[in-house]
């Protein structure tokens, strides 16, 4: 009898010791005022979350990637992700150019790092990037994988302004971290192949989907209003967008267009009766392949929760979708290196509203998040 009640009290201790916090840290980003008295405030901000499930129309399976995702892996990255000490004076983090509250892009039409440095180009979204039909990232396709992508912005002197090893060793210098290393890998070895993988699986885990848009495409015929749909008609057919971004997750071929975007014809100079590439600022994928077809190329961009980051294109220039649009109509922007498949299209100032409701009817859910209040210490 005695025995049993000691079994049973002894029992019941075990279950609440491990499925207590288990419970707690199923509960989204708390703020850390209802945490346990012991438990260090950045502990609770920092919760051990399942992963989440994609949602309708993104895709996404974990199961497929090339490298594994898992709850830890992704606390993990996420903390590195919003954790400003990556930089070299620990002003910025990742989620400053890529900000949770646009899709992970920003509303501006220049990043701006560290010392207010200016670069030259937009911070895109990565959300439903790790499913990409092409591995191709960044604007002109110079990085291979996310991981290879998420170190980059480390050592990028007009971005985070550090380098590699000091990243490395600040965090590695962080006891808190050791912890949150040793459960996502086994052990709490800290190296840039591991950070790199962290923030991969986080990004893995920023998705969008379930928009209006994937409903209807799932049958649910009233998802759309009658005007998204003539949108929807208009964007695969009269304005052929479907070519380029093409339906489904990503809405991106992940190929690389000459739009004629940042093109100025009096800054090409003329030589034997031709313009020069000096039109060009940004010579987009030309500065990876060196290959002429591909002066002023870019990566077409996903248009899911495309409402969420004007202005748009890799240099910001253009402020609106109703801009966007007209940009599209006149055929782009003429000059030698245009890609062929853009054609001239004429919409009734109707058909514009339609096409624009349309793409506005992409926006979902799934990729939401707040910065952590505390950091491992
Ligand atoms: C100072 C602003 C800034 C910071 C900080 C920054 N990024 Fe970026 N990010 C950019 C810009 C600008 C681009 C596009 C650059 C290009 O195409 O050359 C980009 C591109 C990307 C892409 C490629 C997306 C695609 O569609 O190809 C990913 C992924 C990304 N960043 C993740 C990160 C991660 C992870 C961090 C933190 C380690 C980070 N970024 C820090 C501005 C920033
Ligand atoms: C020939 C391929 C192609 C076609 C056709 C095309 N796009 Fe694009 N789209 C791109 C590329 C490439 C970019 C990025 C260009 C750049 O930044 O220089 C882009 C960028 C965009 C952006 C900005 C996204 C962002 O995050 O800044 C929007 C919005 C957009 N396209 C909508 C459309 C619509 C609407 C249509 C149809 C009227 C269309 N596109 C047709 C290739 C295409």
């Keep these: 009898m005695r025995l049993r009640l000691w079994l049973g009290l002894g029992l019941s201790l075990v ?35 399942p992963l989440p499930t994609p949602p309708l129309g993104s895709n996404a399976d974990f199961s497929t990637l090339s490298f594994k995702v898992t709850p830890e892996k992704v606390r993990l990255g996420r903390s590195l992700f919003y954790d400003k000490r990556v930089s070299i004076d620990a002003t910025e983090s990742c989620a400053t150019c890529h900000r949770p509250d646009n899709a992970f892009s920003e509303p501006t039409p220049h990043s701006t790092g560290v010392h207010g440095q200016q670069g030259g180009r937009k911070s895109p979204t990565f959300i439903n990037e790790a499913w990409t039909i092409a591995p191709v990232f960044f604007w002109d396709g110079r990085a291979s994988s996310l991981q290879e992508q998420a170190v980059g912005p ?3 002197p007009i971005e985070m302004g550090n380098t590699h090893e000091k990243v490395v060793a600040m965090i ?40 209006r848009y994937d409903r209807f495409e799932d049958g649910d015929l009233k998802a759309l209003t009658e005007e998204e749909q003539l949108g929807r008609s208009l964007f695969l057919e009269k304005a052929h967008c479907a070519e380029c971004h093409i339906t489904g997750a990503n809405f991106s071929d992940a190929q690389f267009h000459n739009l004629g975007i940042g093109w100025k014809a009096s800054a090409a100079k003329k030589v034997g009766g031709k313009l020069t590439r000096d039109g060009f600022k940004d010579l987009g994928r030309y500065a990876v392949t060196k290959d002429p077809k591909d002066i002023g190329a870019f990566k077409t961009p996903t248009l899911r929760e495309i409402t969420k980051h004007a202005p748009y294109m890799h240099d910001g220039s253009l402020a609106t979708l109703g801009a966007v649009i007209d940009h599209y109509a006149k055929g782009g922007t ?4 245009r890609d062929p498949s853009l054609k001239k299209f004429t919409l009734t100032p109707k058909e514009k509203a339609a096409l624009i409701a349309f793409l506005k009817s992409l926006d979902g859910e799934g990729y939401a998040d707040t910065a952590p209040s505390a950091f491992p210490e």
């Excluded at 980003?29 to 901000?45: D, F, L, N, S």
């Excluded at 006891?175 to 986080?202: C, M, N, S, T, W």
């Excluded at 003429?334 to 290196?337: H, I, L």
Aim: charged residues 15%.
């Design 154 to 156: 480390m050592a990028n």
């Design 172 to 211: 590695g210098a962080i006891p808190g971290y050791h912890e949150l290393f040793l459960a996502a890998f086994g052990d709490d070895k800290v190296d840039l192949a591991r950070i790199a993988d962290a923030i991969a699986a986080y990004e893995a885990t920023r998705m969008s989907g379930n928009s």
């Design 334 to 337: 003429a000059n030698p290196w």
């Design 15 to 49: 279950v609440v010791s491990f499925v207590l916090p288990r419970a707690r840290a199923a509960s989204p980003a708390p703020t850390g005022a209802a945490a346990p008295a012991k438990e260090p405030a950045w502990k609770a901000a920092i919760p051990l979350i």
